[in-house]
């Protein structure tokens, strides 16, 4: 199971250019490769999408295509930066009240006040980041050291698989209902630190991020080298130690491996949750605008879907980037 | 005004047993407000303005307050929020504070000072049962049908449906919502019944004896329901009306205006506790939507295009600002083209449309009791005594002495509140002609046809 996991990343990740293996020989055919068969790619899709679009036609009008999510990119930037504007002159007019009433009321401690403004859909992107950010790092925190205890005792493994193999597959949606009942009879502050809605997306994201990590952990724990670990043992590494300098360095491929794929899901389950719940964060954003229904929201969700996917993407790739980084093997998989 | 003396001491003792003191008197000066961070929820419904205007105008802030304002998916969910104190107030049908406090589905003591709007909402049929229908209404000379178009052309529709043995399925958005009344009232009044509740049995789903089968929906997903073919028709407020005229879906058929001319819609709901706790604050926000109100009906609605151009924004209704026109500035597009004068379809302040008359929720109480949803006779002072918890002038009084006190307002612009008894004189105007006193509840529930009478019980 795990293998056919590690396997489907290699396949999501760029593989264009093992494809025209071909072209490797010279500069020229390297420059296609590089720009010019994305570019191709791109533009066919572009086309593809405008024709598309144009024959769709919804109850909200056409369906949009790339030049009306365009034009949405630019006006979400300029609501964006009017909102930034009113935001300033709010805080303006509370300072100015804020004198007026210590001029009539001395014992008054004025208190700056956060702009109660609407969020922007750059706003929605940073949330939704943050929440997905700490979702996975929790979940990163949790399922790394299980995942090594797991693939050290074959015993706790037997005892736990059945767990995970039951919770893996479950949807985030299913989920939700029950950590938002969860969340609100246990975090019940009046003055909460943290937003209630923010937690319960946190703590969906973990649920189900969480496994992908423990098993590909737990099977790059249990299939270390045989002679690694018999190198410990000549040297009667005490268990720490072991961990920390043949398990662990040993099984990073295989960590990150799962990391990368947790992220994925974790990105995925947010948007969904989001949507659901109704939590600040890109999904609201895009089940707003479809209960808006105004001749714009097509082409606003389109907007938030692209950015989702690049979004995505550049997880992705960061996560890629800090394996290589962190990894002994400076060949690790694309 | 009719007088009604011992209901108002009756009020009064109210008030002073219970130990509502939250309402100064206009010799005292207003205090700052003991809170000044808030949030308010609504719903994506035109008649949400007040809010919105009192946010984008500077009312809020005027008052000293900080309002963040945030959409709910659905009603429940909103209740919710204000009970759990997730909210600290929101726009609500004018039947959720009444139910909640008599324990028709949450219980909580839930209060309202302001009344948001009169009118406001429509019943709409998708195309294919107008087709059905039209031939039964009458037509003008033009060739236009005769409004306002009663349930009768409906009947013969339901009667088919219900011989071919296919349920009548429409949408309305909450059990003790307006829209359920009035879709009730409207289907009752052409003789078709749109079924009762049994609470008493844990029958809440309000279909039993019906011939159209009603269910909740929430009002932005209305049109979009009916597009599905999940329902036939629904009743909501605006835009979902002319929503479904714009994208060809359906046709509305008759407004609320017309089955009751002027009658109340939406409330500003909080919890007795908050209103008890702040009732500075309670009454700076109670003077922010009046204030509010009178700038949406200022100069004959000079100042609607402006009030549809922010309910447009994705924050507030976010459709297309054609289509909140539609309505708003005192038009409704029936069928595609039909495009009739309704001046008042949204009232917001004249007529007194912010006070929170004891009648407007008598009348809730005699619709409740009717349908099944109050499961047993109460007399005519229970239905009093009830009113006066829930809805408080004396509150909505306190903001608007205040504001006429730094001639913000002007005293004409509201009832003489050393006379106002908070009973508006019978009204007339309903489709089938059937008078409302609201000081007589039990009498109003025996005139009709359909419905429970006195003594009965599910």
């Not at chain 1, 009667?236 to 491929?253: D, E, F, G, N, Y």
């Not at chain 1, 992220?263 to 939590?279: D, K, P, R, T």
């Not at chain 2, 003191?21 to 003991?34: D, M, N, Q, V």
């Not at chain 2, 809020?60 to 709910?72: C, K, N, P, R, S």
Request: aromatic content about 10%; some cysteine.
């Amino acid at each position: 199971m795990t293998t056919t996991t590690a396997n489907a990343t290699k396949l999501i990740g760029f593989k264009l250019p093992q494809l025209s293996e071909v072209f490797n020989r010279t500069l020229v055919s390297g420059a296609i490769r590089l720009i010019a068969l994305p570019l191709a790619g791109m533009f066919t899709f572009l086309l593809l999408w405008s024709i598309t679009a144009q024959n769709i036609d919804t109850s909200l009008g056409k369906f949009p295509g790339p030049a009306a999510v365009m034009e949405q990119f630019n006006s979400l930037y300029d609501e964006h930066q009017r909102s930034r504007e009113k935001e300033q002159a709010f805080y303006q007019r509370q300072e100015k009240r804020n004198a007026e009433r210590v001029a009539k009321d001395p014992s008054y401690e004025p208190k700056i006040r956060a702009y109660t403004g609407k969020e922007t859909f750059l706003d929605q992107i940073v949330t939704s980041l943050i929440t997905v950010m700490s979702g996975f790092l929790l979940a990163v925190a949790i399922a790394i050291p299980l995942g090594i205890a797991i693939g050290l005792s074959k015993p706790l493994n037997n005892a736990i698989n059945p767990i995970i193999q039951v919770f893996k597959p479950v949807s985030p949606l299913a989920w939700l209902p029950l950590v938002t009942m969860v969340v609100s009879a246990l975090y019940a502050t009046p003055d909460p630190v943290v937003a209630k809605s923010f937690l319960v997306s946190l703590i969906t994201v973990t649920l189900c991020c969480l496994w992908p990590m423990v098993i590909n952990t737990a099977v790059g724990v249990a299939g270390i080298d045989r002679d690694l670990v018999n190198v410990s043992k000549v040297l009667r590494l005490p268990a720490l130690r072991h961990v920390q300098k043949i398990v662990l360095p040993a099984s990073v491929p295989m960590i990150f491996t799962g990391m990368r794929l947790s992220l994925g899901v974790a990105w995925m389950v947010l948007i969904a949750a989001e949507m659901l719940a109704q939590n600040p964060g890109l999904g609201k954003f895009v089940w707003d605008e479809f209960q808006n229904g105004s001749s714009d929201s097509l082409a606003r969700i389109m907007a938030a879907v692209l950015v989702i996917g690049v979004i995505g993407f550049l997880l992705d790739r960061g996560m890629l980037t800090l394996q290589k980084l962190v990894s002994w093997d400076k060949s690790a998989n694309q | 005004m009719i007088r009604n003396k011992p209901f108002k001491t009756l009020a009064a003792s109210l008030v002073l047993t219970m130990g509502f003191s939250s309402a100064p008197a206009t010799a005292k000066e207003l205090g700052y407000p003991e809170k000044e961070e808030l949030t308010f929820g609504f719903i994506k419904l035109t008649d949400m303005a007040p809010i919105a205007i009192a946010y984008e105008k500077g009312f809020f802030e005027d008052e000293g307050l900080y309002v963040t304002i945030e959409a709910q998916a659905n009603w429940k969910v909103l209740l919710d929020g204000v009970i759990d104190g997730r909210l600290d107030g929101a726009h609500m049908l004018a039947g959720q504070p009444i139910a909640a406090t008599m324990g028709f589905g949450t219980k909580a003591d839930i209060i309202t000072p302001f009344s948001m709007d009169l009118n406001g909402n429509g019943i709409t049929v998708s195309n294919a049962i107008w087709e059905e229908m039209k031939p039964n209404i009458p037509k003008m000379e033009d060739g236009r049908p005769v409004h306002p178009i009663k349930a009768d052309a409906l009947k013969p529709v339901v009667e088919k449906y219900k011989a071919e043995g296919k349920p009548f399925n429409m949408g309305m958005v909450f059990p003790v919502s307006t829209h359920n009344y009035e879709l009730r009232y409207w289907l009752a009044a052409g003789g078709i019944h749109p079924g009762f509740y049994a609470p008493h049995k844990g029958d809440t789903s309000g279909q039993i004896d019906a011939d159209a089968l009603l269910s909740v929906t929430p009002p932005p997903q209305m049109p979009a329901t009916l597009e599905a073919g999940t329902i036939y028709g629904y009743c909501v407020g605006e835009p979902w009306n002319q929503q479904a005229v714009f994208k060809d879906i359906g046709v509305p058929v008759v407004t609320d205006y017309e089955i009751w001319k002027d009658n109340p819609e939406k409330v500003f709901g909080i919890t007795k506790e908050f209103a008890e706790k702040y009732p500075n604050t309670t009454v700076r926000v109670t003077r922010a939507l009046i204030r509010a109100a009178m700038w949406l009906d200022e100069n004959n609605n000079a100042n609607r295009s402006e009030a549809v151009k922010i309910l447009s924004q994705s924050n507030y209704v976010g459709a297309d600002y054609d289509v909140i026109a539609n309505s708003m500035t005192g038009t409704f597009e029936y069928e595609k083209g039909d495009k009739r004068e309704v001046p008042d379809f949204n009232v917001f302040f004249r007529y007194n449309a912010t006070y929170p008359y004891y009648s407007d929720a008598i009348w809730y109480l005699t619709q409740m009791r009717r349908w099944g949803q109050i499961s047993e006779d109460k007399p005519d002072a229970w239905y009093k005594e009830l009113a006066a918890k829930v809805y408080r002038p004396d509150i909505y009084a306190a903001a608007a002495k205040s504001l006429i006190e730094e001639k913000l307002a002007s005293a004409e612009q509201f009832p003489d509140f050393d006379t106002e008894d908070g009973f508006r004189n019978p009204q007339t105007h309903f489709i089938d002609g059937i008078v409302y006193n609201g000081q007589k509840p039990n009498e109003y529930i025996e005139k009709f046809a359909i419905g429970l009478k006195s003594g009965q019980k599910l």
